[in-house]
């Protein structure tokens, strides 16, 4: 007996432009409507001052935060609190230049709103070791307390920081005013809107 002859067969290719580019329109479609994740990375970091009480706790904090790079170029830092003024987590936002820093409030207010915080602290340092707010500093801080304010998120304090001492909004009454005014019905639907969407 001999051995089975298995037949081989040469594949047939086929090869449909119209289908080529039906999938080409596909994935055109799938990448219109793909939305990226925020994903907010916690690094485990030793610091004195977990909980913040004042402004001189915010600026010592802050300071730690910023180091020896507190008289070379700005940076901008937000510090993200619990109900129980406890710091979950601080965001390095940017590094600046020796006077300048940009800013950009949605990414602060986004991450604010992922990690859940109730309340908020900003800061930033002046190389130059002058404490005195510039009128940019005053419309920043107006912006991020509007911004956090449809989701009722405090902004306690904007904190500006040198090495040898620091300017406290909260101190000086500089934030009262900032993101008092009473929202409309239509900024009350859209808050609730982005809370729902914010909680699936």
Known sequence: MGDYKIPTNTPLFVYDKDLDDLNKNIADIEN????????????????????????????NFVKEVISDGIEVQEHFVV???????????????????????????????????????????????????ITKPSDADKNITKKITAGFKYFDVAVLDHIIATKSGYYSFADEGELSGFGSKESTELEQQLRNEILIQLKK
């Open 79 to 129: 510090l993200y609190m619990n109900h129980a003024n406890k710091v979950i987590g601080y965001y390095k936002h940017t590094k600046g230049t020796i006077n300048s820093t940009q800013v950009d409030v949605e990414l602060i207010v986004a991450t604010g709103l992922k990690i859940l915080a109730k309340a908020v602290i900003i800061a930033h340092n002046h190389p130059s070791g």
């Open 32 to 59: 219109e409507f793909r939305v990226k994740e925020i994903d907010i990375t916690f690094r485990e970091e030793r610091l004195i001052y977990s909980s913040i009480h004042s402004s001189a706790d915010a600026y």
